[in-house]
């Protein structure tokens, strides 16, 4: 399987903040990587697609890069409802793994 | 809007077989994919398998030998099935479109997913 790393686990900022997180993949994944937003209770969301791309009603505030093995997730302006757990997802070799998860805490 | 809702027992005894249901509504589950992603607690996300709505499904290897996926189309649901389940299926488990770009040439990623349920296995 490939190994999604993402770093860092967890993340402390303040609203207004810009934040960004970075995966890591075991292999070349060309552009095949999704980001989603997790909250409890909630149902999670998908922001980002083919790496960079903003799904259909994502604030412009959330942005992806990279390609290969290493991509990158920023959030510019952090809002309150911003604060949550991230995680990429590989959809390049089956099975379609996870990176770990980055909680992104109010400092 | 096309919304998820996942159902089943929150409670299922070790070496008996987990059921789940995923009620899809706001739209059709015809021609789309339909997936199951389950996270385990203080862990991340797992990938568990997909079934297309004409009933082809694929599995993760690592739980190949004990799942299976279903679809009703005459419901608008679709179903996963675990066997011989342990403790480390205790997880919330959630069910989500798995979507293609739109021209069929990569997986987006999925797009939309129920709340997520919590199954818990205990003897």
């Known amino acids: 399987d490939i190994q999604l790393t993402q770093s860092p686990s967890f993340l402390s900022a303040s609203v207004g903040d810009t934040v960004t997180i970075t995966c890591r993949a075991s292999q070349r994944i060309s552009s095949y990587l999704a980001w989603y937003q997790l909250k409890p209770g909630k149902a999670p969301k998908l922001l980002i697609y083919a790496a960079s791309t903003l799904q259909s009603g994502v604030p412009s505030t959330f942005s992806g890069s990279g390609s290969g093995a290493e991509f990158t997730f920023r959030i510019s302006s952090l809002q309150p409802e911003d604060f949550a757990t991230y995680y990429c997802q590989q959809l390049h070799t089956y099975p379609y793994t996870f990176g770990q998860g980055t909680k992104l805490e109010i400092k | 809007q096309v919304q998820l809702q996942e159902s089943g027992p929150g409670l299922v005894k070790t070496s008996e077989t987990l059921s789940l249901t995923c009620t899809v509504s706001g739209g059709s589950i015809s021609r789309s994919y339909w997936s199951w992603i389950r996270q385990s607690p203080g862990k991340g996300l797992e990938w568990i398998g997909y079934?297309?709505?004409?009933?082809?499904?694929d599995y993760n290897p690592s739980l190949k030998s004990r799942v299976s996926m279903s679809v009703d189309t005459s419901r608008n649901q679709f179903s996963l099935s675990l066997t011989s389940v342990t403790a480390s299926d205790t997880a919330v488990y959630y069910c989500?479109?798995?979507?293609?770009?739109?021209?069929?040439?990569?997986?987006?990623?999925?797009?939309?997913w129920g709340q997520g349920i919590l199954v818990s296995v205990s003897s």
């Open positions: 989500a479109r798995l979507t293609r770009e739109s021209r069929g040439w990569y997986w987006i990623g999925a797009d939309y």
């Open positions: 079934i297309y709505y004409s009933g082809a499904a």
